[in-house]
């Protein structure tokens, strides 16, 4: 049995508060308050009984906080003006959509749930669809537990800040309503009588979930609040340690509970607060922020003792307090379909020994410029991104004007060469291109070039076989330094091997720039 | 199917099950290859001769593949599709670049998603052969002692290769050492490529090397030497392999793409498979 508690004119936390005091599950949907009611009939009696002591509860509790001088006129003329919404029903979906649209005490026996919803209007489908999908962005802030409303009363639901489950926020009209009003159903009565598979065909998932809601059918179980006890931990020494070292073991032995908690917590530390008390009554605080949430007990062990060999306490340590800012989880796997993504500590770590050994200008993620510059590009940091490097990507397929014309257009498919199911194997040609072209001598004949000569070994002189060209380009002749003007020409020699040829007009000078491979 | 069972225990009791059971084509699933989304390649790789149900092909995880190849017989592009093939499906993939060759406008084309490539460039050098001191081993000194540049820049390779791998960062890792001098690649010890299969062993990283000629494949790893022309099937109605033209007038003359062969074998097959590969030129300017 649930419960749902609605009060236009209190705000969430007060509805939480009188919730709390019936019942530990109990989880927050907008305005609305469910209850898990199962069990409560030894405590409160039965269901009317119970939502009488809600409705009570509820108008209490607001004409308390209104009345702070606790007048009993104006706590009376207080009760008397609050609108308790309750409603008691065997599902959370037809307790909520009762509380949304009748007003005082709803109760509902089991069974009778869809004849209970049927005078509704559809409008509450709309309205809780509303509810229940604009909460969940509010909480897309890096540190949901400031940014939460109820921040203030110490409570925070793991939902809040839980990305994976994150539904997309609510179209600004929805077109559903609008269907149903033109097509004249306008009770859930009416759209709860019409045929599942008529419903789907015409409105699709949406239109069934709705008639699901109309129905009282829930669609997921309640997801009950968890308190958050805040991740301290301190010890008080015996004898004052001096020193780093025996410092590590009293920090492991702080951070491993701690480390423990925040898994199960699903949290991460975003920031570490020590305190160290010292024998001179004076108090050494250090506040370490980390790059990315963390929990590794070990890895915040050391971070916090390099952050005291940089900043040492300057007397001997009595007390060791740690305080840990949380912050959710990482999400490392969007769905089961998807692999895990590694941590960003691998990441960072591997690219800061990549840079070390390469260099930082030669380890990263290649990134196209708005240049028509043949093999113009820059480099990016290399960040394991989740579906927006896709869709970034797939912007640049979409608008890069690197493609040459042939591959977009003649073809009539995306820029991604595709692979026919037929006896052989299509694979694109790659280009190998040398960043520091290659001075070759040509031999032109009726303006082609027939042979090529290079002194280069382990590339192919000789008669060229074929040519096709020039493609002339030219560009950013108005940036000194930068401009080009060139023809281009692919040819195949004799052994098989497609050269890129360049020659810059200005000069004459015939290139290798690159080989077809 | 109970004396399978048996052995199959045994050999995973005696940490040899990978050799026998993880890499036979009936096991492979989607979670133990890379495919490159080229079917006729995919289902060649797998060791199979049509497609059948429920087996996907491709480039086996946790072993060290190969594709080698002379030049313009598609063995970069063939690269560029398995790694394009995993980018497109999410995963992170690497490019340890030992000559700075890797074109990412073409790249983009050819449909690989830059953003997920971590490309590690070496140096741009262009005159590899005659660079290379007789008494080099590779690998074996600090990048940054003694050696001519060329050595310094294989070794750097070699040790990205290392950490990328040992990182588990990247699901497909590739090295390129086309224009690593073949004297060079021949001092390349044994243990260095032990190393790498150590390090991917029972994970979900493919290692690709892509050179000139056969330099190490793993136990469970795929050899795919490109441009060995038409496929053995007498039967086949493909055309003669060459480089294929397009438009008939001079003006309009372009590259199309390349006809080539190629054949894929592994270990415990008796006979390489011989599939024809297409390449298709992607023009970016």
């Not at chain 1, 000194?480 to 004799?494: I, Y």
């Not at chain 2, 791998?165 to 990247?170: E, K, L, N």
């Amino acid at each position: 049995m649930f419960a749902a508690l609605c009060a236009p004119s209190i705000s969430a936390a007060a509805i939480i508060d009188v919730a709390r005091a019936f019942t530990p599950r109990f989880e927050q949907v907008g305005p609305l308050v469910l209850l898990d009611a199962g069990g409560l009939s030894r405590l409160f009696g039965n269901a009317q009984e119970l939502g009488a002591h809600l409705s009570q509860a509820l108008a209490k509790h607001t004409a308390d906080a209104a009345c702070p001088e606790r007048d009993p006129r104006q706590v009376a003329r207080a009760e008397g003006r609050v609108e308790a919404r309750v409603a008691i029903a065997s599902t959370q979906t037809a307790a909520a959509l009762l509380a949304l649209g009748r007003p005082g005490l709803t109760v509902v026996e089991p069974g009778q749930e869809e004849q209970a919803l049927a005078p509704l209007s559809v409008s509450v489908l709309d309205r809780y669809e509303h509810l229940t999908g604009s909460l969940r962005p509010q909480a897309a802030s890096s540190k949901p537990q400031a940014a939460s409303p109820d921040a203030g009363s110490g409570w925070h639901h793991p939902r809040h800040t839980h990305h994976a489950s994150r539904p997309k926020p609510r179209a600004q009209d929805n077109r559903r309503l609008d269907i149903l009003t033109k097509w004249g159903i306008r009770s859930l009565g009416a759209l709860a009588a019409i045929p599942g598979p008529e419903v789907f065909e015409r409105l699709g998932d949406g239109g069934l979930q709705w008639q699901a809601l109309a129905r009282g059918v829930d669609a997921r179980p309640l997801v009950p609040w968890v308190d958050e006890v805040p991740f301290e931990a301190a010890l008080e020494l015996e004898w004052p340690i001096e020193g780093l070292e025996p410092l590590s073991f009293v920090l492991a032995r702080l951070f491993e509970p701690l480390s423990e908690r925040l898994e199960q917590a699903d949290r991460g530390a975003a920031v570490i607060h020590t305190a160290l008390r010292l024998t001179t009554r004076r108090v050494h605080a250090r506040t370490l922020p980390l790059p990315a949430p963390m929990r590794d007990a070990k890895t915040l062990r050391t971070l916090v003792l390099l952050d005291l060999e940089t900043h040492p306490p300057d007397a001997p340590i009595d007390t060791v307090r740690v305080f840990i800012e949380p912050t959710p989880g990482r999400v490392v796997q969007w769905t089961l379909l998807e692999r895990a993504q590694p941590a960003p500590e691998q990441v960072s770590t591997l690219i800061a020994r990549l840079s070390a050994l390469m260099g930082e200008t030669h380890v990263g993620s290649p990134q196209l410029v708005d240049s028509w510059k043949p093999g113009a590009f820059e480099m990016a940091a290399f960040q394991v991104s989740d579906r927006s490097a896709s869709a970034a990507n797939d912007r640049d397929g979409e608008t890069s004007p690197t493609l040459a014309p042939e591959t977009r257009a003649s073809e009539g498919a995306p820029a991604v060469p595709t692979a026919p199911r037929g006896e052989h194997a299509e694979v694109p040609n790659a280009m190998r291109r040398f960043r520091f072209p290659i001075p070759t001598r040509v031999q032109v004949q009726e303006g082609r070039p027939i042979r090529v000569n290079t002194d280069r070994q382990g590339f192919s002189s000789g008669a060229i076989v074929d040519a096709a060209g020039p493609w002339r380009t030219s560009g950013e002749w108005w940036q000194e330094g930068q401009a080009w003007d060139r023809d281009e020409w692919d040819v195949a020699m004799t052994d098989g091997t497609i050269y890129r040829l360049v020659v810059e007009r200005g000069v004459g000078q015939w290139f290798l720039e690159g080989i077809v491979d | 199917m109970a004396v399978r069972a048996t052995v199959e225990a045994l050999l995973r009791e005696r940490k040899l099950d990978r050799t026998l059971t993880s890499a036979i084509p009936e096991r492979l699933g989607e979670d133990a290859v890379s495919p490159l989304d080229v079917d006729a390649l995919d289902l060649a790789l797998a060791g199979l001769t049509g497609p059948q149900r429920g087996l996907a092909g491709g480039l086996p995880r946790g072993q060290v593949s190969e594709v080698v190849g002379p030049a313009s017989s598609g063995r970069t592009g063939l690269l560029w599709a398995a790694l394009a093939a995993a980018t497109r499906r999410g995963e992170s993939v690497a490019l340890i670049d030992t000559f700075d060759r890797f074109d990412p406008p073409t790249a983009a084309a050819c449909g690989i998603v830059l953003p997920r490539l971590l490309w590690v460039r070496g140096q741009a050098v262009s005159k590899t052969a005659v660079a290379i001191d007789p008494a080099w081993l590779p690998g074996v000194r600090a990048v940054n002692g003694p050696g001519t540049f060329v050595e310094r820049v294989i070794d750097r390779a070699i040790k990205s290769l290392n950490l990328v791998v040992q990182s588990g960062v990247c699901t497909l890792v590739a090295i390129d050492l086309i224009d690593v001098p073949a004297t060079a690649l021949r001092r390349l010890p044994a243990s260095t490529w032990f190393r790498i299969e150590r390090a991917i062993e029972g994970s979900d990283t493919a290692v690709v090397i892509l050179a000139a000629q056969s330099v190490a494949r793993s136990s469970g790893g795929r050899s795919i030497v490109m441009g060995t022309g038409r496929p053995s099937d007498p039967g086949s109605r493909l055309p003669a392999p060459g480089i294929v033209w397009k438009g008939e007038h001079d003006r309009t003359r372009r590259l199309g793409g390349v006809r080539s062969g190629a054949a894929v074998s592994a270990a415990r097959w008796s006979h390489a498979r011989q599939v024809a590969v297409h390449t298709r030129f992607v023009h970016a300017v």
